[in-house]
């Protein structure tokens, strides 16, 4: 995997942005906050929920922060307005997380303030490696005014993550657990495909022993398996965790996971800045990359 | 790796001894004792601890035991002598176990003798299947006069291990729980790497759960993820059990270890005997033989 990835590292900025663009279409609803909710519509019609991703991060103007701060209020206000089963993610590089923290802070409490007045919630996203303690701060922060209307995600591939999980299950926090699509190196997260599963696996049935509702993100059959077999262990009812999927992406298995009884959140990224965010999930999909390039070297036949 | 492990045996004794050295430098910290102390201390500068292995094995004369033993008594001496967090481990071959059993014994005790009166230990390396019964005995028998002066070692691919661990278990004994690296016949040994690593997890839970204090010999990252669980599961202290690895392998690893608040342990080897030790490690890893059949080539250009 090491050698893939760093192919398709060295590859990708030599694509055409718009054969990438093409590649996305899948994985992003659109440019515009109208074309989210035509997914939205749909999603609902099939027997799902949707959590609505303003594409962009790694803001480094406080300006930029108030843009995206309008577009996520837009979308609550949408959201409220159609009766959708909605809520929001938000990327806190996005709202300034770098920029000052203080601004972060006053910009999620904005959203978090308007989420309250329509019984809506506000996820906080989880990024690499260098915005994990202040992402986690930043929610406990929030947290204390906002309760349970907040939520924070975090990444099994992390080897700190079992220890952020003390505070996160003494609080009863909501917690979208994944395994973690950056990069990172070696001494903060595991590599190894296996152990990321079983770190997944041990940290889900801490937080749902612990009584956290958990949001469980992941497309990993096999993490799917074992998530129900503890709902199963543990007997959970269908109202106390949520499995969630990205657009696009394991349709079969999200049908699956629908039909055996338990909710499903599929995520919906959208709006113009959609390039960090698919170039990401290209690196997650080698098999998709190859294809890319295939298409590109018959374009150029 | 079957066929992998073929080449490799086959392809190691045309490998100019030169060569080998040169690719062994890494694993091994020199020949005299002086070149071991100079690397324990720059690894007790590090935070690590350690422990000294005379490379030598498969003695067939009493006379050529007599030298090891003088040359472990130095050892053991020179450690006190510089206040070094350090022991001593010995293959029972390397003092006799072929050649005559009570000699043996007696020359093992001559060593705990010495570690008796400078509070350190001796531990008894495994070698392979032909010496496992008499090893455990050898131990035993030694355990009744010098107690937890004396350790051993268990390995998970035999088939037999969990069968030795009751009586283990039973006397509390202090163990080095490894993977096993001689090849063994399959009557005998696991050959497939994830039942090893999950006889290896059975073992050492078995293990923590008996109260052992535990050498966890691992430089795979799957076991170190394994054994940190079970360590968190069990609520361990640092001091009831430590990591192990050899010198100059997976250095990364062993700095997130130490990192993460356990101690750890490098099996430091020295001595003129390089060659048996240096081939069987070059087997346990493709990759590095690779690189000296290509620079064999190199130099035949």
């Known amino acids: 995997m090491?050698?893939?990835?760093?192919?398709?590292?060295?590859?990708?900025?030599?694509?055409?942005?718009?054969?990438?663009?093409?590649?996305?279409?899948?994985?992003?609803?659109?440019?515009?906050?109208?074309?989210?909710?035509?997914?939205?519509?749909?999603?609902k019609l099939a027997g799902f929920m949707a959590t609505l991703d303003v594409l962009g991060e790694d803001v480094t103007r406080a300006e930029e922060t108030e843009r995206a701060v309008d577009e996520y209020l837009a979308a609550l206000q949408l959201i409220a307005k159609r009766g959708l089963p909605a809520n929001i993610s938000i990327k806190p590089t996005q709202l300034g997380l770098k920029v000052d923290l203080d601004l972060c802070h006053k910009n999620f409490s904005r959203l978090c303030e308007e989420a309250q007045k329509h019984q809506n919630f506000v996820r906080l996203d989880m990024e690499d490696s260098?915005?994990?303690?202040?992402?986690?701060?930043?929610?406990f922060r929030l947290r204390e005014t906002f309760g349970d209307r907040v939520g924070v995600v975090i990444q099994a591939y992390l080897r700190r993550t079992h220890l952020d999980l003390d505070r996160l299950i003494d609080a009863k926090a909501n917690v979208r657990l994944c395994k973690g699509?950056?990069?990172?190196?070696?001494a903060l997260a595991f590599r190894d495909g296996s152990i990321v599963n079983r770190s997944y696996t041990h940290l889900l049935e801490r937080l749902l022993?612990?009584?956290?509702?958990?949001?469980?993100?992941?497309?990993?059959?096999?993490?799917?398996?074992e998530a129900?077999?503890?709902?199963?262990?543990?007997?959970?009812?269908?109202?106390q965790y949520e499995f969630q999927m990205l657009l696009g992406v394991q349709r079969q298995?999200?049908?699956?996971?629908?039909?055996?009884?338990?909710?499903?959140?599929?995520?919906?990224?959208?709006?113009?800045?959609?390039?960090?965010?698919?170039?990401?999930?290209?690196?997650?999909?080698?098999?998709?990359?190859?294809?890319?390039?295939k298409a590109m070297f018959r374009k150029d036949e």
Chains 1, 2 share one sequence.
């Not at 699509?181 to 070696?186: M, T």
């Not at 129900?228 to 269908?238: G, K, N, V």
Request: aromatic content about 10%.
């Open 2 to 43: 090491g050698f893939i990835n760093r192919v398709i590292t060295n590859t990708l900025p030599l694509v055409p942005k718009g054969v990438i663009r093409h590649f996305s279409r899948k994985y992003i609803a659109g440019e515009a906050l109208e074309d989210a909710a035509r997914e939205m519509e749909s999603l």
């Open 253 to 293: 298995l999200r049908d699956v996971i629908l039909s055996n009884g338990h909710r499903l959140r599929v995520y919906i990224p959208y709006g113009r800045d959609w390039y960090a965010y698919s170039t990401r999930r290209l690196k997650e999909n080698p098999t998709l990359v190859s294809h890319i390039l």
């Open 181 to 186: 699509i950056y990069i990172e190196p070696p």
């Open 228 to 239: 129900e077999h503890l709902i199963r262990q543990l007997s959970l009812e269908p109202d």
């Open 130 to 139: 260098s915005c994990t303690s202040e992402t986690l701060d930043l929610y």
């Open 209 to 225: 022993r612990g009584g956290c509702y958990v949001g469980i993100a992941t497309h990993d059959d096999k993490l799917v398996y």
